[in-house]
């Protein structure tokens, strides 16, 4: 109770209130993470293969407990960094000033900083979906490079997208302003 009371929305002086969602991906993502591993975890062996070789055959064996313990940390690590540094710069007051004539609110860079962690979390999920179908079924639904590249190639659609959309509003809004030159 009293870590939740630590992160209550409330503006201190000249900072920001914390928002959850600020955080809300990476959350999404770890709930994801935990709902497969309750599905998952009466499925599995005593002894679950966590590495493979490029055929698929398992190289390393850890016990059922040792093998959540080893895919979910990673993962509340991930959320304690994203949670830190967005809870932290509200507390500063790093971002309290949007930039001049910039159209970007501090708000929005928040949350694009606390959920670009859900990316590495993504790729923490496939691999942990992986390993508990190889070791449930004997069957390997994608392999490492495989997660990596879906993840990434969604990056690069969210971050083309965002990218688009400030592009497009700077250009809207360096349209709509007087030019100062010919007045001179």
Same mark, same amino acid.
């Given at each position: ?13 000249? !900072?920001?209130?914390? &928002? ?6 990476? /959350? +999404?993502? @770890? %709930? ?5 591993? #309750? ?16 055929? !698929?055959?398992?190289? &390393? ?6 093998? /959540? +313990?080893? @895919? %979910? ?5 991930? #959320? ?105």
């Amino acid at each position: 109770m009293v870590i939740f009371t630590a992160f209550r929305e409330t503006v201190t002086g000249k !900072g920001l209130a914390f &928002r959850w969602t600020y955080i809300l991906l990476p /959350l +999404a993502v @770890l %709930l994801l993470s935990i709902i497969l591993a #309750i599905y998952f975890y009466p499925r599995l062996p005593d002894e679950v293969a966590t590495h493979f070789r490029p055929d !698929g055959t398992p190289t &390393r064996l850890l016990s059922q407990g040792m093998s /959540l +313990a080893w @895919l %979910l940390a990673p993962q509340l690590f991930l #959320i304690l960094i994203a949670t830190g540094t967005t809870w932290g710069i509200t507390k500063i007051g790093l971002l309290s000033q949007p930039a001049a004539d910039s159209g970007i609110r501090p708000q929005w860079i928040l949350q694009f900083m606390g959920n670009a962690f859900a990316l590495p979390q993504l790729v923490l999920f496939l691999v942990m979906l992986d390993i508990f179908s190889y070791n449930s079924y004997q069957v390997h639904i994608m392999p490492l490079w495989a997660s990596v590249f879906i993840v990434v190639g969604l990056a690069t659609v969210i971050f083309a997208t965002l990218l688009a959309m400030l592009i497009a509003r700077a250009r809207k809004q360096f349209a709509n302003q007087p030019d100062q030159t010919k007045e001179q």
